[in-house]
């Protein structure tokens, strides 16, 4: 079997735990295959020095969620917008491990475009965390149906993340990403960016930024990042196009915009490449700033 198949086919196919029989975990994960595994992430940051100076602390607000939540009043930039922590907590259920940072964007005027990203992100993380309780639920009963014990299941937990971090920021413009994360018996998390133009309501594109020639622009740098990621020996992470592979970005690819203006392309882990590389992201340099 062609080396590349191989290798894709181990990065995606699931651990099974010793005390789970193949057949179960294969009926509790059935119908879950397109999600994407990763590995655990280190999300939750540390506030650092209180004796920092005032302009620090604003310039934190947005790296530390925790700033943002008990220091709400105090906008990101200038006035015109500000993103802040609406739901911020630690808290265990059971043995569900929570701990939840939840971004909001709130501007001077009733914007449609920050009120739909609003609603989109609560969605999502409330689907995220109703999905992380189910999911829970069904080990339970696939562990204790296979010999596990009570008191052997009382000992297992799942960590459950939702977090968010600013990439960059103007007086008028965002770009951000929001991370939902759950670690148990196995783990994922899924990434979501948003890059907004609130001044005129609306999402900033890789057009915007790299004009109408964009996908050209995107697919040489990436192909050439790709193609500088093999070593002496002829190693790479990333799968060849015609073993699911990188071909070319289109609409839906995700990026984010770096603090210089740089959109930084993001392919969720195993999508272009194995596991062992986890997400994988190409600066795209030949752009221009918004905002």
């Known amino acids: 079997m062609d080396e590349f198949k191989d290798a894709k086919k181990a990065y995606e196919d699931i651990p099974i735990p010793d005390e789970l029989g193949g057949r179960v975990w294969a009926g509790v994960c059935q119908g879950r295959a397109n999600r994407r595994r990763v590995q655990r992430r280190r999300l939750l940051r540390t506030v650092g020095s209180l004796a920092a100076c005032f302009a620090l602390l604003i310039g934190g607000l947005n790296l530390f969620p925790g700033f943002a939540s008990a220091a709400a009043d105090i906008p990101v930039l200038g006035g015109f917008f500000q993103v802040l922590t609406v739901r911020n907590y630690d808290t265990t259920e059971g043995q569900i491990n929570y701990h939840v940072s939840v971004p909001e964007i709130q501007t001077d005027a009733d914007d449609a475009l920050a009120r739909k990203v609003n609603e989109e992100i609560q969605e999502r993380v409330d689907a995220h965390l109703e999905e992380t309780k189910q999911l829970w639920e ?154």
């Open 138 to 291: 069904e080990y339970r009963e696939a562990y204790l149906a296979t010999g596990g014990t009570p008191e052997e299941w009382e000992q297992r937990q799942m960590d459950v993340i939702v977090d968010y971090e600013i990439r960059s920021q103007t007086d008028t413009t965002v770009s951000f990403v929001v991370n939902l994360f759950q670690g148990s018996f196995n783990a994922y998390n899924k990434l979501y960016f948003y890059n907004l133009d609130l001044a005129n309501d609306r999402d900033i594109t890789l057009e915007d930024l790299l004009g109408e020639d964009w996908v050209e622009i995107c697919n040489t740098a990436i192909q050439k990042q790709i193609d500088e990621s093999v070593d002496e020996n002829g190693f790479t992470y990333f799968f060849p196009p015609d073993k699911g592979g990188f071909s070319t970005v289109d609409e839906t690819t995700s990026f984010y915009i770096n603090a210089d203006g740089t959109p930084v392309v993001v392919f969720p882990q195993y999508e272009i490449a194995a596991g062992a590389a986890g997400a994988v992201e190409f600066p795209i340099r030949e752009s221009s700033n918004v905002g």
